[in-house]
């Protein structure tokens, strides 16, 4: 860990009114905790990506690091059994009040480090409500950060979820979470969210995986990931820099 770096859930308050200052960034890792990502990833499988991400960002620049979030909008995924989705307002709104509350001690700058597709559709209009109360919320989109590792690595012919990509990216990162044993092909091209019903609206798939995930090693995972991290810590000194909403004038 960087010296400076803090996680704000191992602090007492006194430490808390330190760290929590005007010039601080403030962290907070987005993961699915309970999410469907096949027969061979787990459940948890985003929320160890938000952790894995995390700590190398802890290792590489000054930041305070907030509790995770486990639970937001991931709509696409409610057929499979243990996969949860919060309604699109409450997402939004979990992430305005974890900013409104931290905001009132110092800090103006937030970076969610986001694992999620859709979650993105509850933190822009959340970023959005921060700014009119002069509080900058950026956060990561996972479907820019590493792309040119991530076409480079991957052999599949289209896929997103549970795919040879993040199989890999999991391979690297906790290879004893992954099961190679079950880890299948699985690809209808579709739009919308994934589906177990043959003709359903949506892309179908009876396992859970869009792509190939018996493509995955951990060669490629170890690609992406590098190329994740840099994405992010370069988001963030964009954060740092980045003036502040005029409302905070």
């Known amino acids: ?11 007492t308050w006194v430490e808390a009114e330190s760290v929590l200052t005007p010039d601080a960034v403030v962290l907070i890792p987005l993961g699915a905790a309970a999410k469907e990502h096949g027969p061979h990833l787990r459940l948890n499988n985003d929320w160890a990506i938000a952790q894995y991400l995390t700590r190398k960002v802890l290792e590489a620049v000054k930041v305070v690091v907030a509790p995770g979030i486990g639970y937001h909008y991931f709509p696409a995924f409610v057929e499979y059994p243990g996969s949860v989705t ?61 792309r040119g590792n991530v076409a480079g690595a991957a052999e599949q012919e289209g896929g997103s979820h549970a795919d040879e990509v ?17 880890a299948v092909r699985d690809y209808h091209p579709g739009e919308g969210p994934l589906t177990r019903r043959r ?40 954060l740092r820099s980045e003036p502040l909403p005029a409302a905070a004038r």
């Open 199 to 238: 003709g359903a609206p949506g892309a179908y798939s009876p396992t859970g995986v869009h792509g190939d995930a018996t493509l995955a090693t951990w060669g490629k995972g170890r690609a992406v990931a590098h190329a994740m991290v840099s994405a992010i810590l370069a988001d963030i000194a964009r």
């Open 86 to 146: 919060l309604r699109l307002e409450t997402a939004r709104d979990l992430v305005i009040d974890i900013c409104m509350s931290l905001a009132a001690f110092g800090p103006r700058r937030f970076y969610v480090l986001n694992t999620g597709v859709s979650t993105v559709l509850a933190l822009r209009p959340a970023a959005d409500a921060l700014a009119a109360r002069g509080l900058l919320l950026r956060y990561t989109d996972i479907r820019a950060v590493g």
């Open 1 to 11: 860990m960087i010296a400076g770096s803090v996680q704000l859930e191992r602090l």
């Open 166 to 182: 993040e199989t890999s990216l999991m391979l690297f990162i906790e290879p004893e979470a992954v099961d190679m044993v079950k």
